[in-house]
């Protein structure tokens, strides 16, 4: 009896996504899963205290919506657990929040 030939599976690296051309050359290429860090961000946006009110800046969830300051958090990155007018709650960079002055 003959043994059967022994197949195996097409290798992984054979699905990888061709470099890029163009590249000038001594220059490293820029993968595009790098991510930017906010160096600003460990300084913190300020000092708040619980029942501030604020507004959320930059982008993401809530953006340019007025919060109420529900917890503090410090660390790293300073962070504040805030909640919209609307009744919804997030944790939010303290470099994303601004004071909002009651005027009147």
Partial sequence: MRKRKVTYPVARTANRPARPTG???GSAPVRPTVVTIDQTA?????VF?????????????YAGETAVVETLASGVIPAAG???EAGQTRR??????RRVT???
Avoid: F, M, S
Avoid at 42 to 46: D, F, I, Q
Avoid at 50 to 60: A, E, H, K, N, Y
């Fill in 82 to 84: 805030v909640r919209t």
């Fill in 102 to 104: 009651d005027e009147g």
């Fill in 92 to 97: 939010v960079r303290t470099v994303d929040l």
């Fill in 23 to 25: 590249v000038e050359p």
């Fill in 49 to 61: 205290a619980i029942g501030d009110r604020v507004l959320i800046t930059g982008t993401g969830l």
């Fill in 42 to 46: 460990l300084a913190g946006g300020g």
